[in-house]
Each structure stands twice: as C-alpha cells, then as structure tokens.
C-alpha cells in the first residue's frame, strides 16, 4: 500500500526515489526527473527538487521546515529506482484520475462508455436492457464517488447506527435508489425522474422477453447518457467527459419521415412498455415530461449552406408543436455549440480556485497557440466579436491545472 502523501504533494516512497536518482548521478537531470512525478492532477517544481536535494546534502536538520521535512527519507537503490519506473503508472493521463483513489470514478466512465458503445454497435441486438444495467451502475458509482468526496454516509445502518454488512462481511452501500432520495442529491427533478424510470422498468422487463424497445425508450437512454455525461464533468472537471471518447454516430438508413409514419402506425408499443409508461408518468408534470433531460428527443435533417463554416451544426429546429413538428412526430432540439467570451472563462476559472488567472493570462495563452485559427475549431467570429467554444475551455481548464501552483 502506498505511503501517506507528505506536504507538497509527494508520498514518503517517492522522494527516496527522487533522493536515489539524485544520488546515483545516472536517471537524467532534474528536468527529467520531474516528468516521474508530474501528471494533470499533481504539477511538482524545481523548487520542491531543490529542497530536496538540500535535504540530501545536509548532515543535520537545517532549521527550514521545508528542507528538514525530506530528511527522515532513506535513499533508494538503484534497484527500487528501477522498479518504481517499471511500474505502471497511477494517473490516467487522459483524465487525470488517480487509479487508486479515484476508482469508482474511472469505473462509472468504463461503465457508461461501454453502456453506449454497446447500444450503438450494429453488432448487438440486446442494446436497451444492456444499457441500462450498465448505465445504471454507471450513475450509481458515480454517485457514491461524489458522496464520499464530500463526506456523506452512504452505508446502510441498523437502528443502532452500527453499519450492515454483507454476507462476506463487507459494508453495504445503498444502491443508486436510496441514493438519489438522499437529501443532499445535487440532480435535477428531471434528471432523477429520468433514472427512476430506468430503474423501475429494469425491475419491470427482468427475466421477461423484451422485443422491439429500443425505439420506444431512446428517449429516455439518451437523456441518461448526456445527463451522465453532463454530470460527471460537474462533478470531477471537464477532463472526465465521455464527449471526447466517443464520436457522432453514422448510419446507412436515411430517415424518411413518411416512411417512418407508416412503420410506426403498423407496429404497436410493446405491451410491457405501454404498460409501465402509464404507469409511471400518469402523475408526472408537463415541465418534466417536457424537459430533455428526462427524455431527449433529436431528429437530424440535411442541412445545406452557401458558405463553408457558415453553420456550426446539422441540425435545424422545428416546433413540436407546429403542423410539421406534429405530422413527422418528432422532436428537433436545437444544438447549437454554447459559446463563451473570454470574461466568461477567466470567471470559470477563478471559480474552480485558479483565483490568480486573470484576462493578460487567457490573453497570452490563446495567442501563444494562434487560436483564434478558424482551422483550429475553438470558437467563431460573430459580428465582429469572437466567442470560445467548449474545446477551448478544456484547453484553458489543462493549462491551469498543470500550473496550478501559479493560479491559485
């Protein structure tokens, strides 16, 4: 088990490490000791090397707490060197979630990427029930990562207070139900309506034939994925978002839409699913049936321009509630790329604790990488003023964490 960390973010094994490296005069300059001990979550500088290495030449304590703190650690062998850069790395460097400490995080993201994956391949007709299973331990690790991180109980208890255990003896955690009937459950009405939903008819469907409901709840598949998607970035930054994992799905059938009138006016809903719906939202309000994020409706459409890049995205929005909206019987939702101006982000920033980033920084930054570049796709030109896209805040969100000693 991994030593506790120690001030300025090292654990006790890793500056023994960096004392052997020192030390043995034969892994690289200090420079290239560093990027060992760096990853998105955790920026280490010349600095901490420097009292490091001070540590290591003095005989006695120094009477400078930051110098004398390294001094108790041993220096490593040139076998523990090898071995500590033969193992595999902790952090994941595409997120930069810690593989110990944030585990049920990188399963919840695994869980949902393959919950999507799984409905989207033409391979697999099982898709529905498999999403569901799968987004449902999706959210429920996503959920008990976000109570542990604040402190919150998440344990059954007897009317003692004392924790239940399973069978094996291990505690045993609500399941994602109990969960978001918890007080200090951060969704949405609709967002938890939406899982309700997919809870209560997992329980409905199971162990029962299932043909044919796909179509009629993708709605509600969708919603769970993007409100997944939506709150995982809420939760644990933007670097944790499935929207850069998985691209635009394509298909080969085009969507005719009188066609898809005549096939849905000859198939019926399947019974198990009429069933439940009636059930289950005969006491539901118009705002939540209404909003996307209990259930989301798209229809894509060609979509023609006279310029290139006159149009951020394919689709085009038509009323519901208009003659064609109610003759195609679909939803179109407008999903035009949010934008930002530069106060925007530098606002975002300071809120998630980079309080010293300021404007001159964005400044610097975009112009250091030209990109205000149309090529580059991080924002638009509208009316003579530009606006930022959400790739260019990833990219702003990377720059601070990797220099957070700096911003904050």
């Not at 869980?111 to 799968?134: C, D, H, P």
């Not at 291990?170 to 939903?197: H, I, M, R, V």
């Not at 635009?248 to 059938?253: E, G, R, S, T």
Request: glycine share 6%; with cysteine; proline share 5%.
């Amino acid at each position: 088990m991994a030593s506790k960390r120690k001030l300025g973010g090292l654990e006790d094994r890793e500056v023994s490490v960096i004392k052997g490296m020192m030390y043995h005069k034969a892994f690289g300059t200090d420079q290239e000791i560093l990027a060992h001990f760096s990853n998105p979550r955790r920026t280490v500088n010349n600095g901490r090397l420097s009292e490091i290495r001070r540590a290591l030449e003095a005989q006695a304590d120094t009477g400078n707490p930051a110098i004398d703190r390294f001094r108790p650690q041993p220096i490593a062998s040139r076998d523990e060197i090898n071995a500590f850069l033969a193992a595999p790395p902790r952090f994941d460097p595409r997120t930069g979630l810690d593989l110990v400490d944030d585990e049920l995080v990188i399963k919840a993201r695994e869980a949902m990427l393959l919950a999507v994956q799984g409905y989207n391949s033409a391979a697999i007709r099982f898709k529905a029930e498999t999403f569901i299973v799968l987004s449902i331990i999706a959210w429920t690790y996503l959920m008990l990562a976000h109570y542990r991180k604040r402190g919150i109980d998440c344990v059954y208890r007897d009317k003692n207070g004392n924790p239940e255990t399973t069978p094996h003896g291990q505690p045993k955690y609500l399941e994602l139900g109990a969960l978001l009937k918890k007080q200090e459950c951060p969704l949405t009405e609709a967002e938890k309506t939406n899982l309700e939903y997919l809870l209560g008819l997992r329980h409905e469907i199971e162990h029962r034939g299932t043909q044919r409901i796909d179509d009629a709840i993708s709605a509600k598949l969708h919603a769970c994925a993007l409100n997944f998607n939506a709150t995982i970035k809420k939760f644990f930054g933007p670097r944790c978002g499935l929207d850069h994992e998985i691209g635009f799905a394509i298909q080969f059938a085009r969507l005719d839409p009188v066609q898809r009138r005549l096939v849905s006016a000859q198939k019926s809903l399947p019974k198990v699913i009429e069933t439940y719906n009636l059930a289950f939202e005969k006491n539901l309000s118009e705002d939540i049936l209404k909003d996307p994020r209990y259930a989301y409706r798209v229809a894509i459409v060609p979509c023609t321009v006279n310029r290139r890049g006159q149009a951020d995205d394919v689709y085009e929005t038509v009323d519901p509630r208009s003659p064609e909206g109610q003759a195609i019987a679909m939803i179109f939702k407008d999903r035009e790329k949010p934008k930002f101006r530069p106060k925007d982000i530098v606002e975002m920033m300071r809120k998630q604790g980079y309080r010293k980033f300021r404007m001159h920084d964005h400044t610097t930054l975009w112009q250091a990488q030209g990109a205000k570049d149309p090529g580059k796709g991080y924002g638009v030109e509208i009316a003579g003023t530009w606006y930022w896209y959400q790739s260019w805040v990833d990219v702003v969100c990377r720059h601070c964490e990797e220099r957070g000693d700096r911003y904050r």
